[in-house]
């Protein structure tokens, strides 16, 4: 069974930046598309970025463009998010997820197969 770990997570004052990491054990992550993902404290889980297998294509949910950014490292064999002035709204628990069926990397949560169990971001001065 693929288990994917999140790393990176912490506590941000707002304006600041960090760098999220989704690593997996006995896989190449390059062949699984990989999506993140955050939910925050009562509110459902949306859709942050996701990238294709190969990291051809990416995608990221319109409120977030030009903050975040995911890309791969193939040496570490990790797909990382780097987010850039952070904001009390994102404070969330944030996920990543893999799939190998739907290599193009859709956003859609529902493509997904395989799910870490999450790492929390808290963006407070």
């Known amino acids: 069974q693929l288990q994917l770990a999140e790393s990176g997570g912490g506590l941000v004052q707002p304006g600041g930046s960090l760098t999220l990491s989704c690593t997996a054990l006995?896989?190449?992550?390059?062949?699984?598309?990989i999506g993140w993902y955050r939910q925050a404290p009562g509110k459902e889980r949306e859709g942050v970025s996701s990238?294709?297998?190969?990291?051809?294509?990416?995608e990221y949910a319109d409120s977030l463009k030009g903050r975040f950014a995911i890309f791969r490292d193939n040496v570490k064999n990790a797909v990382h998010l780097h987010m850039n002035d952070l904001k009390p709204e994102d404070t969330a628990v944030y996920y990543c997820?893999?799939?190998?069926?739907?290599?193009?990397?859709?956003?859609?949560?529902?493509?997904?197969?395989?799910w870490g169990q999450g790492t929390q971001v808290t963006i407070s001065s």
């Open positions: 997820a893999a799939s190998r069926i739907h290599s193009s990397g859709p956003l859609d949560e529902d493509s997904y197969e395989y």
């Open positions: 006995g896989i190449t992550l390059d062949d699984y598309a």
């Open positions: 990238i294709s297998s190969r990291g051809v294509y990416t």
